[in-house]
């Protein structure tokens, strides 16, 4: 399972998007506004040195941002001492430049030219720059490490459970394969390239597929299932368009094709006749919607029921661990028809 954590230094937030930026910026106002008003003794003041005291402050914190999003191109995962010295290197040093500049121009006469020089101005600013870089860099380092260990956390639950999900029709497969040499050896040959296909994927070990090859995974697994079943009692109905699907669209694996199973397992496979398995998808906007539709069998007090609801927790945490609040599983039964659905959204 991936957790998106993007850095642009070290354990630092990625800070050349513009929304890090902006609160940098707002932060920079606060400190410049709790400075202010430990500093002024009127009303009067108070907004003339904020003024000066946030054009300081703002000024520095910019350029700050700016140049670690600059090394942080350059530097390929530096250490948390060498991200911690980068970062007081530029925030001291600037404010350190800032400061000798401002005290110059303050006290600049044109006649008498420099008129005194605020020793104590400059060691205090370069003191609370100290400061408040490393109550920051503290902030940043144990919220990463507190991302590192959520991320560690959720990936073993997500590769746990996805390590339960074994085909149901594995050995069957190979057994309609085993029969069909003596039939049909293209047939077989044929059964023999969706299985490898389809146990290719099911050992894969990235945390993210695309969802052409979902389908392809889905279509695989049908092919074998159609040959066990028998046409006759497994119809297939697609709805979808691929012309308009987002087919790049990086998803978990094993998100349709599980669904499927289960239809086909619980809802056709025990009913004599067999029937009609309908699958959805659909492209939502800002989401991808899918669903899988099968018809219930008469007898619903068999084994197969229970199976299926251990089927669709394991489903419903696997969302809940790839997506948070973003995705739900929904189920709506009627007397003839079983529906389970979810909508992811496109990352």
Known sequence: MSVPITKTLGFLPNMCVPQSVLRAVVVAILIAIVITLAGSKSFQDFFTNLGLTALFI???????VFLICLIGRFQTKPSVVTTTVIVLSITTGLTLIASILGTMALSYNSEHGIRYWDTLFVLKTVFIATVISLIFLRYFYVQHQWEIHVHADTSAKYDALQSRMRPHFLFNSLNTVAQLV???ADKAEEALLDIAGFM????DKRNRISLREELDLT???LNIEALRLGKHRLSIVWDMDQATLPMDMDIPPLLLQPLVENAIYHGIQPRKDGGTLGISLYDNGDSLGVSVTNPIPKDEANAHLKGNHIAQENMKKRLQLAYGDKANLKIEKTARQYRVSFMIPKE
Not at 200 to 203: G, P
Request: overall charge neutral; charged content about 10%; proline content about 0%.
């Open 219 to 221: 279509v695989s697994y």
């Open 200 to 203: 290719r994927t099911i050992l």
């Open 58 to 64: 703002v000024w520095i914190t910019l350029i700050s």
């Open 182 to 184: 003596h039939i049909d």
